[in-house]
């Protein structure tokens, strides 16, 4: 198919977007069509394994916002399996029942859904009321709870920035400082992860909302290293590059051609694994990770630094380019 016909059949299908209609499209949690890896991804083959030893959860509670999907859904059956009782927290409450039973079936381990909106301090409060009656307070705290969708700023309204600001930041801090002041008071540790993106370092175009509460999620955990940690608690960033789950990007692009232009940038050649992030969520939440606090990592199989490269497009110079090329350059006098 020529270029200029695969341009215009994903305009058409993102001309939604000239009409003010949001698209969804979850960077980190995003289901991107089934393209063939480029050749470079076979040495770079992801387990799906749990990476650390049985029982390291034992007796421990672990509490995921937008734990009944996605990433969400992964970390909590590691932690899960790894012997925590969970508590998973969203506003789809008969998603989160289903995961719950779905994953306590597989583990033997109890797996609690309890509904909450995170952009109201109020919910936050009467589900972590709730969470302290059913299992006490939690030892691991997963924020992943996240919405996203692309939009040029210009057409941005005020409701859409506060819809994403308020999933993102605000409730990631209502959980946070909630349940940091419970866990302060009664003198208990904990390890918080958050999950971002690799945007939230650089900033992104058409993700303005998105790019801007993730870098607040970012400063309130490194400050919040600072002035916790004698307390007992720590806290750590994952940000991903994008993943592989049941998501909307297949509805964004059936044609496959903006994941093949993503897999272009990506040095590992394929795309990240809800198992990978899994793992390093449940590294960062172990015993084997407690000098490990106020650290942002990214996982994304080289993209970021890939796309920031000045000079990183003469990948796409051939061999027989770079032979003109240095003829060239050497034919060059002077500075």
Request: net charge positive.
């Amino acid at each position: 198919m020529a270029a200029g016909a695969v341009f215009s059949r994903n305009w058409a299908l993102l001309s939604g977007l000239r009409y003010g209609r949001k698209v969804r499209l979850f960077h980190s949690s995003s289901l991107l069509r089934d393209a063939p890896p480029l050749p470079q991804a076979s040495f770079f083959p992801p387990s799906e394994g749990t990476m650390l030893p049985p029982h390291s959860f034992q007796n421990r509670v672990a509490f995921i916002t937008g734990g009944g999907t996605g990433l969400g859904r992964a970390m909590t059956h590691g932690l899960s399996e790894l012997g925590a009782t969970c508590v998973i927290a969203s506003r789809k409450l008969d998603v989160l029942q289903k995961t719950a039973e779905e994953i306590t079936a597989q583990t033997g381990n109890k797996v609690f859904p309890l509904q909450c909106d995170v952009r109201d301090p109020q919910a936050v409060t009467q589900c972590l009321d709730q969470m302290e009656k059913l299992t006490g307070l939690p030892q691991v705290v997963i924020n992943n709870a996240a919405g996203n969708f692309v939009s040029p700023s210009e057409r941005l309204s005020p409701n859409g920035w506060r819809t994403i600001v308020d999933i993102v930041l605000n409730g990631t801090a209502y959980v946070t400082l909630e349940l940091g002041k419970r866990l302060i008071q009664q003198g208990k540790g904990a390890a918080f992860v958050a999950i971002t993106t690799i945007y939230a370092e650089s900033g992104s175009g058409f993700v303005v909302p998105s790019a801007s509460a993730k870098a607040g999620v970012e400063a309130l955990y490194k400050s919040l290293t600072s002035e916790w940690g004698r307390y007992g608690l720590r806290f750590n960033i994952i940000q991903p590059g994008p993943i592989r789950t049941k998501g909307a990007f297949s509805r964004l692009d059936p044609t496959g051609a903006f994941e093949e232009s993503m897999l272009g940038r990506i040095p590992a050649g394929r795309l990240g694994t809800p198992a990978e992030i899994k793992n390093l969520a449940l590294y960062m939440c172990s015993d084997y990770a407690t000098w490990m606090s106020g650290a942002v990592v990214r996982l994304d199989g080289g993209e970021y630094v890939s796309m920031a490269g000045e000079f990183n497009d003469l990948r796409k110079v051939t061999s027989e380019q770079w032979d003109l090329i240095e003829s060239m350059i050497r034919k060059t006098k002077g500075s």
